[in-house]
């Protein structure tokens, strides 16, 4: 898997308030695509082989984290000649800068592909009047 690359890394740091933080060593970095609308925040994030229910999705703070596990069930078929899938974990997080409505969050899975919505929370607007003396 690949992580950003400079040119996307940049676009990303000066289109939006999200920025990736460094992934962990011998991790997997799935690709994954950020929109942004007026109204939310929307990740698509590749994990071929990841089961939905290994699939950790949590936002602490302006902290999101993406994680998921592969595992390659073991067959016997004879002497392996060539493997090249491997067992692993997904991990990718993000700092949020928008703050968002956790309760309305929406994650799909579907073919190897989690698509989270976030929807962004409106700061509440107060006016404060000024007091006769």
């Known amino acids: 898997m690949n992580t950003l690359t400079k040119e996307n890394k940049q676009i990303l740091d000066d289109k939006t308030d999200v920025k990736e933080s460094k992934t ?45 596990k592969f595992h390659i069930p073991t067959i016997d078929r004879g002497q392996v000649r060539l493997a090249e899938y491997k067992e692993g974990n997904y991990s990718r997080r993000f700092t949020i800068g928008k703050a968002v409505d956790t309760e309305k969050a929406v994650a799909k899975m579907k073919n190897g592909i989690l698509e989270l919505t976030l929807p962004k929370i409106e700061p509440k607007k107060t006016k404060i009047e000024i007091q006769n003396s």
Do not use: A, C, W
């Open 24 to 68: 962990q060593v011998g991790v997997y970095s799935p690709n994954v695509d950020v929109y942004e609308s007026e109204t939310s925040l929307f990740f698509r994030v590749e994990m071929p082989g990841v089961d939905e229910t290994s699939v950790e999705i949590s936002i602490e703070k302006d902290q999101l984290h993406l994680e998921g």
